[in-house]
């Protein structure tokens, strides 16, 4: 298969595009890095995107920017960032994205824990992970045409000297385990689903 | 206690502030009607509102514009509704409100049953209502000085002439057994539930 991986240089994205150049032609999308850059957020450069890739088998999401703070001070521009980035931007993968997918072809795309476990300052990241992941059920739903799941990582071992103070008492997975899920679905034959990898 | 309904003069608030009126001072605002007028996603008017009140015990929402649409056609404006009045709207109730609320205060928000079950032209729905939920929970894990809950009704029976079509094999229920989630949230002790009326 031909998979359109975005955020293909990223932690998540490096351990997937990994796993699925065994048996898959890989093109690797990234901000400023991988083969080319593209930004979700916006339909003028993924238009330009996919008149370069044609068509593909898959696409893959492990991308958008959230914004963490406390929720008392969280402003309309912070949640902007989530909504207009790791929200619609999937959205777009879903919505202009499916117009270039080959027939039998599905979409993926990426949540976290905090959709269902809570951290502070993570209120913003737990209501736009959850609706990606109630926009990816309801579309699946709703669309014959494509399948459409939801990969949920919890914190990554390679993240943790990062984040993992944010995280008290989450035990990390590695990389390599959470690229699996994605396999999963790209070959699989679920539509609909949240991959929990915990 | 002084409990303050917004879209108090709605299907849901109606009802809501008829159950609530017989032991509590009830304060009704709508868009046009009731006792005063308010636009939730504006601060500006939330402000201007709340000095005429002056502080509450509790803030209950029954309201929040969505637009219903199939997924292929969703566009930004049309995702935009429903992220600047369902979901920030009650968002302000939340981070803006509860500086109005005396302690001890609630918070009750509404979604529906859409943010679990998905029906044709939904997908908008499911991902907001589930937003607004994530939030809500998230919301009160990190706050200790107020409780959050959400109540999320099926179809109500008060609508089936209008919505029945588009929920299919969905048994309505009475809005006087959704108020009584209201009641519960108001006059309880439980914060980050989600009351499901079905």
Redesign the interface.
Known sequence: MKVLVFGATGTIGTKVSDLLSENHEVIKVGKTRGDYQADISSLDSLKALFEKTGKVDAIISTTGDITFA???D?T?EQ?DVG?NSK??GQ?NL??FGKKFLNEGGSITLTTGI??EK?I????SA??????????A???A???SDVRINVVSPTLLEESTDIYGDFFPGFIPVPGNKVAYSYKRSVEGIETGKIYTVV
């Not at 502070?120 to 209120?123: F, L, P």
Request: no cysteine.
């Open positions: 406390p929720v008392n969280l309309k949640w909504y929200f619609l959205v879903v919505q905090l959709s809570f502070m300052a993570g209120a737990t209501a736009i992970n959850r609706a990606v992941e109630g926009y059920q309801a579309a739903s709703e669309l």
